[in-house]
């Protein structure tokens, strides 16, 4: 799986963004751990919440520009079992940014921790809402994530 950083598994340092949970009990499944769908609900939380945090007014940028993102592509990837009230946290970065794609890494932690819990990837692709084609990422974008992950994204053309 492509961590944007180079080979093996991502590092609680390789990330800037974390996002807080506490696992509650309705996340549980019969075996008294996460059951799987949440992590893809965890992962969409901290991605969106990440994009704010980069400094991208999400909502204002889909009412003004009527493109919004879509997910092409979720996975998980488990590591440790997590369980009740366990207190996590999901952090995610950019690692990489196509034409019209963003790709995601997420991963959780426990919280103030190191060891990686979960890891997987979450792909965007923006998307004109009138003809549901895909569309560039704005350069302004490239640019926000660019500087809050300290790279070049380069720029859509």
């Known amino acids: 799986m492509p961590d944007g950083a180079g080979a093996g598994l991502p590092t609680r340092a390789d990330f800037r ?65 997590i369980g009740r009230a366990a207190r996590i946290e999901v952090a995610a970065r950019t ?24 890891t997987g990837e979450i792909v965007w692709v923006l998307t004109d809402q009138a003809t549901r084609r895909s569309i560039p990422i704005p350069d302004r974008l490239r640019a926000i994530l660019g500087a809050y992950e300290g790279r070049d994204f380069g720029t859509s053309r």
Do not use: C
């Open 17 to 81: 963004f974390f996002r807080p949970h506490q696992v509650r009990y309705v996340e549980l499944d019969t075996q008294g751990i996460v059951f799987n769908a949440h992590y893809l609900t965890w992962y969409d939380e901290a991605v969106s919440d990440y994009i704010r945090a980069a400094g991208w007014n999400y909502q204002a940028e889909v009412k003004a520009s009527g493109a919004d993102f879509h997910v092409v592509r979720g996975l998980v990837e488990y590591k440790v079992a």
């Open 95 to 118: 690692t990489r940014i196509g034409r019209s794609s963003i790709t995601f890494l997420p991963a959780v932690f426990p919280q103030g921790e190191d060891t990686l819990l979960a």
